[in-house]
């Protein structure tokens, strides 16, 4: 193919050169038509601009709604969040985001606008070029409307006539001479055609000459409308400038406030962290504060046993020293028994010695002043009992199980007080017979003096037993202070513990959160560089369209100046076949007439071959670039307009089939987009690589990720099991999750170096696609 290229260019560049070599100098008529396609292409060129501003206006547009919708998410983000903004703030951002949607829709107005004003542009340009159409068709015309130029086509017209008439009398003379050769005759006849031909192109340029003077003044207007209307597109590109200068300072200061926003979330994510690190420390520090407590909950159960166990054994030794007591009093009781056996004894010998009685009465008042004194330590001691009774009744009110044991020496004593009735009752009966008792009255004294003294003994192991009482009271009060204040200090323990669970949980659900609005933002993340790549792959295929698009044009620019060009040329050949006609008739004997028409045989089959080899040449390079057009092309409305601009193409190389293009300026266009494809394979290449990196990369975080949440369930499922086991596990956990965000801090500066080198690309591409190339622009100023 590229030799193919190499040999056609080569054919075409020779033409060329054999072409401005023979090429006639232009008229006043060429010259006014080069102009208006001069200011034709200047205008398309205009247009071509306009297009680009207002699709470069649309992407700033999209990426302002980009940035507005990120911003939004953020605030929702942030709004929505375990640490939530103050009012002032979403106020703040909310006013903010209401302004950049106000100019937004400044913006997408004046899109509008600027669309409006790029269709009128357009219907003013098809006008142009019909007006220009017409032009080139009227050209002989626009020539009329000067003087100078009607009469120069006076002027060759009659000169045309001139030799028509000379060889119409040459024709005669011929006719009236003897019969020529065969070969004269058929010069003869490619004459008489050649003429019939030049006979109907005067006809045809007489009808263009009426014509044309009818669609003069026509033009003239329409010229004069064409430059007020690049006046004004000069005007609204003036106003155009402005308006892309301050969307550029206002993007920059977008920019500004998207980057100041970012480094506000960087924040805000680090002061998460370190809130998530102080609630781990936090729940480290109250798990630790739960095992003391249980430790020391336990040890006070130890205490509590181990208080009970002494309480239980001091309150044997109570049961043992009542026994003790109880066996006394029955030890009493049997002494009273025998003291009542033997008052029945002395019943007895009162009886007998009733007799006796009067004798000894004196005796008997010194035992009633006796028995009063007795009568009186017997009211003492009954006394005394109440006075027992009382304590020991208050003891059996406060100590149930001392009751049975009081009420049992409440029982002895009333036994005791009705043996000391009985026993007065009996003196009281003695009276009679204390003559006769004397003797046993002392006896009965001392034994009464003995029983005295055993009852100041039981008096005083009552005493005894009343104090160890009380010392057991005061000990039991005590020990049950001392329990009160210990289930006291087990309530606060518990509360503290139950403090630390609800502590603990709210720090796990925090985490939660913050775990689930990190893994949000990731994702978020992940959708806008989804996004942002889907829309730098379609600013590419834009780019790359709007270029072929441009390079289509200008190629039907430059084609339909060589199709003048070319037809000038014809005209010009023409020209030259009528003057080597005339020759030929004026010197038809001559071998120097037969030499040059032979001649200009020769060259008129060199042109036609010249011409269909040129055709063959632009067939092969429209193939050639319709399959490049073809393969650049990704979407059904693209493919449509490339079909019908190639449909357009081909009926115009029917109408090109004598085109000699020019050499130099197609081989410089050819490289140039040659270079500009590669570079933008390349580049294609490039973020390809980039692109699957990226992904490869987002993999793995995805994986970090679930690893991540996996290891915050499994330490969640944990956190109800013994608390050793949750403190190994938090640490293991920590431990993990320390190495997962540097793993993934590590992931992160890789994905914003590759995006970098991404975005640095995308201006490169930028660049090379916005700018025009050398060739264009050389193509336009021509």
């Known amino acids: ?152 086509l006076r002027r060759q017209l009659n000169q045309r006539d001139q030799w028509l008439a000379e060889l119409r009398l040459e024709l005669h003379e011929l006719r009236g001479q003897p019969g020529p050769p065969l070969e004269t005759q058929a010069e003869v006849e490619t004459l008489r055609s050649q003429i019939t031909g030049l006979e109907r192109a005067l006809a045809e340029a007489h009808n263009m000459r009426a014509a044309a003077q009818a669609d003069a003044a026509r033009a003239e207007h329409d010229i004069a409308a064409r430059e007020k209307a690049m006046r004004e597109a000069a005007a609204t590109g003036e106003r155009a400038r402005t308006a892309l200068t301050e969307r550029e300072h206002r993007i920059v200061e977008l920019s500004a406030e998207v980057e100041h926003l970012r480094n506000e979330v960087r924040q805000r994510e680090g002061l998460d962290r370190e809130s998530a690190a102080r609630y781990e420390e936090q729940i480290a520090a109250l798990t630790r504060d739960a095992e003391a407590l249980r430790s020391r909950i336990e040890q006070d159960r130890h205490d509590m046993s181990a208080s009970r166990a002494a309480l239980e054994t001091v309150l044997q030794e109570r049961e043992n020293e009542i026994d003790k007591q109880r066996q006394l009093l029955m030890a009493n009781e049997r002494d009273f028994e025998e003291l009542r056996r033997q008052l029945a004894e002395r019943d007895q010998a009162a009886a007998e010695a009733g007799r006796q009685a009067d004798e000894q009465r004196r005796e008997a008042l010194e035992c009633d002043r006796e028995l009063a004194d007795r009568q009186q330590q017997v009211r003492d001691l009954s006394h005394a009992l109440t006075e027992r009774d009382q304590l020991a009744a208050a003891s059996a009110a406060e100590l149930d199980h001392v009751r049975a044991t009081v009420n049992a020496q409440g029982q002895e004593i009333d036994s005791l007080r009705e043996a000391l009735d009985a026993g007065s009752r009996e003196l009281e009966e003695l009276r009679s017979a204390k003559q006769r008792l004397e003797a046993e009255l002392m006896d009965a004294d001392a034994r009464a003096a003995a029983a005295a003294r055993g009852l100041d003994a039981a008096r005083e192991q009552m005493a005894g037993l009343e104090g160890e009482l009380k010392e057991e009271r005061e000990h039991a009060e005590s020990l049950g202070e001392l329990a009160n204040e210990r289930r006291e200090h087990m309530t606060k323990l518990q509360e503290q513990v139950e403090e630390a669970e609800e502590r603990y949980a709210d720090a796990n659900w925090r985490l939660g959160k913050s775990l689930y609005f990190e893994r949000i933002v990731k994702r978020r993340k992940g959708l806008i560089q989804k996004l942002l790549e889907a829309l730098r792959a379609k600013m590419k295929a834009n780019v790359a369209l709007k270029a072929g698009l ?233």
Do not use: C
């Open 550 to 782: 441009d390079g289509l044009r200008t190629f039907k620019q430059t084609a339909e100046m060589n199709q003048h060009k070319l037809l000038q040329r014809i005209d010009s050949l023409k020209a030259d076949l009528k003057e080597a006609e005339e020759a030929v008739k004026r010197h038809q004997g001559a071998t120097a007439a037969k030499e040059e028409i032979s001649t200009a045989v020769a060259r008129a089959t060199a042109l036609e071959q010249r011409l269909n080899t040129q055709a063959e040449l632009i067939q092969s390079l429209e193939a050639d670039l319709k399959t490049a057009r073809l393969a650049q092309k990704a979407g059904g409305d693209e493919h449509d307009e490339v079909e019908r601009l190639t449909k357009e193409l081909e009926a115009k190389n029917q109408i090109i089939e004598k085109l000699q293009a020019d050499d130099e300026e197609q081989r410089r266009k050819l490289s140039k987009l040659r270079g500009s494809e590669s570079e933008t394979m390349r580049l294609k290449a490039v973020t390809e690589k980039d692109r699957g990196e990226i992904e490869a990369l987002q993999r793995e975080l995805a994986q970090l990720r679930e690893a991540l949440t996996r290891q915050s369930a499994d330490a969640a499922s944990a956190a109800s099991g013994n608390n050793a086991d949750l403190e190994a596990k938090l640490k293991e956990r920590e431990s993990s999750v320390t190495q997962l965000m540097g793993t993934i801090k590590e992931h992160e500066s890789t994905i914003k170096k590759l995006t970098e080198s991404a975005e640095s690309w995308k201006r490169k591409y930028q660049f090379l696609a916005t700018d025009q190339p050398d060739a264009y622009k050389n193509a336009v100023q021509k």
């Open 1 to 152: 193919m590229q030799n193919a290229l190499s040999e056609s260019e080569a054919r075409a560049s020779d033409l060329d050169e054999q072409i401005k070599r023979k090429r006639a100098p232009k008229n006043r008529i060429e010259e006014q038509l080069d102009v208006l396609t001069h200011r034709l292409e200047s205008v398309e060129a205009e247009r071509s601009r306009w297009e680009q501003q207002a699709g470069h206006l649309e992407e700033v547009a999209e990426a302002e709604r980009v940035k507005v919708a990120q911003l939004k998410k953020k605030l929702e983000i942030a709004e929505s969040g375990p640490e939530k903004l103050t009012k002032k703030e979403v106020n703040f951002w909310r006013a903010k985001a209401e302004t950049i949607d106000a100019q937004i829709k400044e913006y997408q107005e004046r899109l509008t606008a600027l669309r409006r004003e790029l269709i009128e542009r357009d219907a003013e340009i098809e006008k142009l070029q019909a007006s220009g159409g017409t032009t080139r068709t009227a050209a002989p015309v626009q020539a009329e409307a000067h003087p100078v130029g009607d009469d120069e």
